[in-house]
């Protein structure tokens, strides 16, 4: 017992200090503004300066996009503390409806019947406000050893991820790029394992634009058994770049080492762009039966727009058009205003290489008019 | 696999092997055999763990720095930011866990070698032990998703429902270690205490537990390091996010593991920053077990001593 | 890390050391209540466990089509093929854990040149437990993965006629033989610390017996270690598979899974998914009648790691008993 002694002390202590320096305070980085507020208005603001804590949950697509939001956001409003887990659509929309949300990202936009009404944090009759608020690109990224790029039709993406294409030198890829010098080489094709929007994209274009090749429909689970599977994002990048041959289809931003195809829109071949993603938008109509403020689009993926890019990711942030607490109003107005502002959607693009919405001035205005129903 | 290994009866097969005094050639072969396979199982074992810490060393120690261990996740877009807020999460939960745990888990423990003997409660205890045992932790971060879900309305995460998961999964650690320790205690010292007309409770309290008290800590350790380092149930349960939370109850809570897993899976175009946060948080996180495994070896001098003496 | 692992596999009935509770002090009444209702409570969470599960999962085993992830028409057909890759991984993970386990403690015990040595071999084992899932997963995605590929390509040209080999092999090494590799690493100390246990319980005597009969060393350990052990070790495996048969993130990130797939091949794309791995990857962007498939699976997983660990503490049973 006694041998033990000191050494159980020094074990004892250690473990103290680890914990006291955890629990001494905040971190450096995030300092109290509350204890610092005495002063009502704050010199050099333009805007009003809000307090309080502001939750959202959901599409874990956006969270990169939300990472740059809450930091710009934060710059402008200090007294707010803006959390978003990015847990996945589903999770964040049953708890957007429980009511524990101030807002919720989310890949599928939710049903007409269930954007008129009753959800949690909502008044009882307020309808709901959707805008797409993440544009992102989707790249048919491959790995082929001296290819930079290949341009590939729908219906030969579709064959490719179905098997019926299951080489690189087949005559179909061949054909719509007489330069390539296309290896003799297995086609290995990735998709995700996990449930996912991205895949709900992909699938939802491939079953507009490759309807025979592809009858799978759209579907957020890889309807296939053919090919890799891959969990999250990262997992797809890490296959894709360990071996030779492969393809798979990642949000742009995530595709940066990799080598894209242009796909095939109308008659031109158009490589994924952040403008051609959001001229897509622009170009798509909004989905009928909807409320003023539900600004949904049905995606036009067979559009022949010159320069638009139609294999897109679209991501909305859902929220209350009134809210039962008007704090929570006036916090996510405020936030969604800047979300959908042009600093908003540029700090976006820095860090998640998303599409802004803001250079297309019709997207945009729809966009703002809704945000400006948020309210109490 | 192991079902393949002798079943013949020791002596006989003795007797015929080793007939002669000095082994055969054969026989020396044999054996030398053996032994390069085991020293070679032995170097074997250590190469993934060589290899496993060499990866995280040399893709996170370069964000092993000060701010790491002060800064929080806020705010912060690309390179720089920090730990704190997981490495918080992960000791405020754990301890959370712990305090739920241990008292439950000892006192059963003490009820199953004191007081339940082969009563029917007692059999049923060990039962749901035995059962509890077998949870997978994935299923034990259901179960909390479900309860809470019923408790509080769908997709409701807490710092508190990660603790109740993965209470789950250490109480019967704790129960087992806990009772094997307490049988060790010998019975002499409690007929002892009886003699001197204590109340059986004042024994247990005053001569039992004090004694059993190195080896009930080291099964509580093990228990604790049994779950610091899960990942799945609190994936589930208790969220993330990029701030201090200190509050159990309400919102969501990042730890370690889950920090890991969220800045390899959800990753800006910097990705390198990501990536080395990651990798850096294992780091910290293994760091972290380690403290306690050296705690758990500390501790108990005894344990060793009573067992030898059984 | 001593005091658990043998005691995971042994459990139950042994008289109590005390007697019954007897003259009734008011103390005496309220702290034997105490510990008793602590024995209760901890009953009562396991019937809060499969409960709650029951409650949320039940209806999925009888629904259908729509409401079950995965495009599976019905459950079974959505939890069999989950279950052989789960049971498919956790068996590979044990065929290749069961001898390095067994050889390591044998280094630990047996061999251990000194007792420090003995030490420092049960340290790096407790280290190899502490490192986190989600480390091997990344390990097993960003190193082990990529560096298999070769051998699998070797694998497929010289033992192609094998089942487990035939197909064209993955090119990116993220089979379901890696996912189950790692999983053996992360499974190896818990295996190794039983057996270590149970080798140090052999007789000293009956291994001196064996020295005084002329017997080598390997021949002391086949005669009278192992024997004498081998109940801990079977107990010591089936408590591995039971871990491996729950083990989430690591085959969740490793693993190309194709849920709904049987295959045997291990070098393929394509492999079946597990339980756990599927569970954790779908379950984010499920909602209602998924979540409740969802935790139905998680039942089943629980039954299955249920019934090996039974098998494991039968098997515990019927052997030493000293």
Redesign the interface.
């Known amino acids: 017992m006694k041998l033990g002694k000191t050494r159980r002390v020094a074990v004892t202590a250690t473990a103290a200090a680890v914990l006291l320096a955890a629990m001494s305070g905040c971190a450096a980085n995030e300092e109290q503004p509350n204890d610092n507020q005495s002063s009502g208005g704050s010199a050099g603001a333009t805007q009003e300066q809000l307090q309080g804590e502001l939750n959202g949950a959901g599409a874990s697509s956006q969270s990169a996009a939300q990472e740059a939001w809450k930091a710009g956001f934060v710059g402008l409003q200090p007294g707010v503390t803006v959390n978003y887990d990015p847990q996945g659509s589903g999770v964040g929309r049953e708890q957007f409806t429980a009511g524990g949300l101030g807002f919720v990202g989310t890949d599928a936009p939710f049903k007409a019947d269930e954007a008129k009404g009753g959800h949690g944090s909502c008044t009882e009759a307020s309808p709901l406000v959707e805008v797409p608020v993440y544009i992102s690109p989707i790249v048919v990224a491959f790995n082929l050893e001296g290819i930079a790029s290949l341009n590939l039709a729908p219906n030969v993406i579709a064959d490719i991820f179905t098997g019926k294409i299951s080489n690189w030198n087949d005559p179909a890829i061949a054909a719509d790029n007489p330069e390539a010098q296309l290896p003799d080489l297995r086609i290995v094709p990735v998709h995700r394992s996990d449930k996912s929007g991205t895949t709900g994209n992909f699938t939802d274009y491939l079953s507009a634009t490759a309807a025979q090749a592809w009858t799978a429909g759209e579907t957020e689970e890889w309807p296939e058994s053919g090919g890799e599977g891959a969990e999250k994002t990262q997992g797809m990048v890490e296959a894709l770049s360990a071996g030779n041959g492969t393809i798979g289809y990642v949000d742009a931003g995530q595709a940066k080492a990799l080598s894209w195809a242009s796909i095939k829109v109308g008659e031109e071949w158009v490589a994924p762009s952040a403008e051609g993603a959001a001229k897509a938008v622009a170009e798509s109509s909004l989905e009928e039966g909807r409320g003023e403020g539900d600004v949904v689009y049905e995606l036009n993926r067979t559009t022949t727009a010159a320069g638009a890019y139609p294999l897109i990711l679209v991501s909305y942030l859902a929220a209350c058009e009134k809210y039962e607490d008007a704090n929570t109003a006036q916090l996510v107005s405020s936030y969604l205003k800047y979300v959908t502002s042009d600093a908003g959607q540029q700090a976006a693009a820095a860090n998640a290489g998303s599409a802004p919405i803001t250079s297309e001035a019709d997207l945009s205005a729809k966009v703002s008019a809704a945000v400006e129903r948020i309210g109490s | 696999m192991t079902l393949t290994l002798t079943r013949k009866a020791p002596q006989s097969d003795a007797v015929a092997t080793f007939a002669s005094c000095r082994p055969t050639w054969r026989r020396r072969t044999k054996d030398r055999l053996a032994t390069t396979a085991v020293v070679g199982a032995a170097v074997l074992t250590a190469v993934p763990l060589t290899l496993v810490i060499w990866a995280a060393i040399q893709r996170g120690s370069e964000r092993l720095d000060l701010t790491l261990f002060t800064n929080s996740m806020r705010g912060v877009v690309g390179q720089g930011g920090g730990l704190l807020h997981a490495l918080t999460g992960t000791l405020l939960i754990t301890a959370a866990t712990a305090v739920i745990s241990i008292p439950l888990g000892i006192s059963a423990a003490i009820y199953l070698t004191e007081y339940g003997g082969q009563t029917r409660l007692a059999s049923i205890t060990r039962r749901a032990v035995d059962i509890m045992v077998s949870i997978p932790s994935i299923v034990a971060g259901l179960a909390a998703y479900a309860l809470f879900s019923l408790l509080l309305g769908p997709g409701t995460r807490s710092g508190l429902a990660g603790a109740v998961a993965l209470a789950m999964i250490m109480i019967p650690v704790v129960v087992r270690a806990s009772e094997e320790v307490l049988r060790l205690v010998p019975g002499d010292l409690r007929e002892a205490g009886l003699a001197l007309g204590s109340p059986k409770w004042r024994v247990i309290w005053r001569i039992v537990l004090p004694t059993a008290l190195p080896g009930l800590t080291a099964g509580s350790v093990l228990g604790v390091a049994r779950i610091i380092g899960e990942t799945a149930p609190l994936l589930l349960v208790a969220g993330f996010t990029d701030a201090m939370n200190y509050n159990l109850a309400e919102g969501r809570m990042a730890t370690l593991p889950v920090y890991i897993y969220t800045q390899w899976s959800a990753k800006g175009l910097d990705t390198a920053a990501y990536d080395q946060r990651a990798w850096a948080g294992a780091l910290v996180l293994m760091a972290v077990v380690v403290v306690l495994q050296v705690a758990a070896r500390a501790l108990p001098p005894q344990i060793a001593k009573l067992r030898r003496n059984r | 890390?001593?005091?658990?692992a043998?005691?995971?596999a042994q459990?139950?009935?042994?008289?109590?050391?005390?007697g019954?509770?007897?003259?009734a002090?008011p103390?005496?009444r309220?702290?034997?209540g105490?510990?008793?209702?602590?024995?209760?409570?901890?009953?009562l969470?396991?019937?809060?466990?499969l409960i709650?599960?029951a409650?949320?999962?039940g209806p999925a085993f009888f629904a259908g089509a729509a409401d079950l992830?995965?495009?599976a028409g019905n459950f079974l057909s959505l939890a069999a093929p989950l279950a052989f890759g789960s049971l498919w991984v956790a068996v590979i993970a044990?065929?290749v854990a069961?001898?390095?386990?067994?050889?390591?403690a044998?280094?630990?015990t047996i061999?251990a040149p000194s007792a420090r040595f003995g030490r420092l071999?049960g340290?790096?084992?407790?280290?190899?437990?502490?490192?986190?899932?989600?480390?091997?997963g990344?390990?097993g995605?960003?190193?082990?993965?990529?560096a298999m590929?070769p051998l699998y390509d070797w694998a497929h040209q010289h033992l192609g006629w094998l089942p487990f080999f035939a197909g064209?092999p993955?090119?990116?090494?993220?089979t379901v033989l890696t996912a189950g590799l790692v999983v053996a690493?992360m499974i190896?100390p818990i295996m190794?610390a039983m057996c270590r246990e149970s080798f140090a319980l052999t007789p000293p005597a009956?291994m001196e017996?064996?020295y005084a009969?002329?017997?080598?060393?390997?021949?002391m350990?086949?005669?009278?270690v192992?024997?004498v052990a081998?109940s801990g070790?079977?107990a010591g495996?089936m408590l591995g598979l039971?871990r491996a048969?729950?083990e989430?993130?690591a085959v969740?990130?490793v693993?190309?899974?194709?849920?709904?797939?049987i295959s045997v091949n291990v070098i393929s794309?394509?492999?079946p998914?597990t339980i756990?791995a599927f569970?954790?990857?779908?379950?984010?962007?499920?909602?209602?009648s998924?979540v409740s498939a969802?935790?139905a699976l998680?039942?089943v997983?629980?039954a299955i790691?249920?019934v090996?660990?039974i098998l494991g503490?039968r098997f515990a049973k019927t052997g030493v008993a000293k």
């Open positions: 890390m001593s005091v658990s043998l005691d995971l459990g139950a009935g042994r008289a109590p050391v005390g019954p509770a007897g003259g002090t103390g005496e309220g702290f034997a105490a510990m008793k209702g602590a024995a209760i409570a901890v009953a969470v396991l019937v809060g466990v709650f599960l409650v949320r999962g992830p995965a495009h044990l065929a069961s001898l390095p386990s067994i050889g390591v044998l280094a630990a061999y071999l340290a790096v084992l407790d280290l190899l437990a502490a490192v986190p899932s989600v480390v091997f990344l390990w995605l960003m190193v082990l993965a990529p590929v064209q993955s090119v990116t090494g993220r690493v190896l190794a009956l017996a064996a009969l002329g017997a080598t060393r390997w021949e350990v086949r005669t009278a192992l024997p081998r070790i079977v495996g039971g048969l729950g989430t993130m969740a990130m693993l190309s899974a194709t849920p709904g797939l794309a394509e492999n998914s756990a569970i954790a990857s779908t379950f984010p962007e499920s909602t209602g998924k969802l935790i998680g039942l997983l629980f790691s249920l090996v660990s503490r």
